[in-house]
């Protein structure tokens, strides 16, 4: 299983998503984390993916999601015959397929909640440690999820 991210790597929630990725995959699970700068990029990560034997991919993005999908469709492939595809709650820039899309949502208001709740904490009491708290993201069940293909086996 692999991470893949369209932007800044560097972004404060896109290394917090980073780093759960690697907390919960067990080790000889934990596949590569790609940070692409553009759309332009995606048939290279996706050749990559293919040669490296990769089986499933976590997006952080629906919009990288469908690249990976036309880009596989372009080569004849499909999600989730070869390769499964997980999206991790960001629609932004999505062009709204009809792709019933496997997901993990972001509890945004819960975060919010959270936030001003510790927000609220740290200034009634400034000399408390300051404290960092995970909100579990629920899965979204869809199609493009499936036990992987075992080689030379079709569909």
């Known amino acids: 299983m692999a991470y893949a991210r369209l932007g ?5 929630p896109s290394r917090d998503r980073e780093k759960g990725f690697r907390k919960a995959m067990p080790g ?12 332009t990029e995606v048939d290279g990560l996706v050749a990559e993916i293919l ?13 990288l999601a469908e690249q990976i999908l036309a880009s596989l469709q372009r080569r004849g492939l ?8 997980v999206v991790l709650g960001d629609s ?3 062009r709204g397929g009809e ?3 496997t997901g993990l949502a972001v509890p945004r208001e819960q975060m919010g909640r959270e936030a ?4 609220i904490q740290q200034l009634e009491d400034p000399d408390a440690p300051t404290r960092s ?7 979204i069940p869809g199609a493009t999820v499936a036990s992987p293909r075992e080689p030379g086996v079709s569909r």
């Open 116 to 119: 001003t709740r510790l927000l």
């Open 78 to 85: 499909s999600v989730p015959d070869d390769l499964s595809v």
């Open 28 to 39: 000889r699970l934990a596949g590569p984390v790609w940070t692409l700068a553009a759309e």
């Open 99 to 101: 792709i019933p899309w």
């Open 133 to 139: 708290e995970s909100v579990a993201c629920p899965l």
């Open 51 to 63: 040669h490296g034997g990769v089986t499933g991919v976590v997006a952080e993005q629906e919009l």
């Open 92 to 94: 932004t820039g999505a």
């Open 8 to 12: 800044d790597g560097d972004a404060q």
